[in-house]
């Protein structure tokens, strides 16, 4: 193996990638993908950080956020005895909202990969639109959503639950998962139980700091780590299983 290249490791970069970060500039997602921001979508084909936000100039996601009707479910590890309660369900806060908001954006997901583009594809799947189109067998949102079913169907995004004894409320989060890399569109659908598309392209935008090159695998490594732990970001949660 090769030692030409030397993974850096640098707490400076590491300690100042919050403030750096939040001095970026945060580009509307949906100007990316329409060909108004191109230039960006060339800068984002690199290895790198990158943040998911919700502009919330309305109040409109903390009001949904705090609503005590509002079910957001985490799956955690079965217990022994068979019982269906291996689900937790995620109570947002003031104090969280507060600490995930930055400007009048709240933080939704924050991540790293070594092709920014291509993983933000995976994650909004931007070109599928299960609400007005037919979808081939080998798209993530299987079926478009029959017109004579009732606006509150979900079954063509989840995969209704067989399993009767699980929540009711599992197939708007816990049926068959379309796929395991669009953490952030999948998040959106589960906290408001619909097709998300058009929510990601009226608010969300994203921000990134480049890391290019295997040199920096491990400054991205804990960079990511960092932001999370700072920026709190709400649909970044994971439950031990």
Request: net charge positive.
């Amino acid at each position: 193996m090769s030692d030409s290249i030397k993974n850096i490791f640098s707490c400076n970069e590491i300690e100042g990638a919050l403030d750096k970060l939040l001095n970026q500039k945060r580009y509307k997602v949906e100007n990316i993908y329409n060909g108004s921001n191109t230039n960006i979508a060339k800068d984002l084909k690199q290895e790198g950080i990158y943040a998911f936000w919700w502009n919330d100039h309305n109040g409109f996601l903390k009001k949904h956020l705090l609503n005590p009707d509002t079910a957001y479910y985490l799956k955690g590890p079965h217990d022994n005895s068979g019982k269906a309660d291996h689900f937790l369900k995620v109570i947002f806060t003031e104090e969280w909202i507060k600490n995930a908001s930055h400007d009048n954006h709240i933080c939704l997901y924050v991540g790293k990969s070594t092709n920014i583009k291509s993983r933000m594809n995976g994650h909004i799947k931007y070109n599928i639109d299960p609400e007005i189109d037919n979808q081939n067998s080998n798209t993530i949102w299987k079926d478009s959503k029959s017109k004579s079913k009732p606006n509150n169907d979900l079954s063509h995004l989840w995969t209704e639950c067989k399993d009767k004894n699980r929540l009711t409320k599992c197939r708007y989060g816990f049926g068959k998962k379309p796929n395991t890399v669009s953490q952030l569109r999948i998040g959106l659908e589960r906290l408001f139980n619909r097709d998300a598309l058009a929510l990601i392209k009226e608010n969300v935008s994203v921000s990134f700091l480049p890391y290019p090159g295997k040199e920096n695998a491990v400054n991205r490594f804990f960079i990511e780590d960092k932001l999370i732990s700072c920026l709190y970001p709400i649909l970044n949660i994971d439950v031990e299983r």
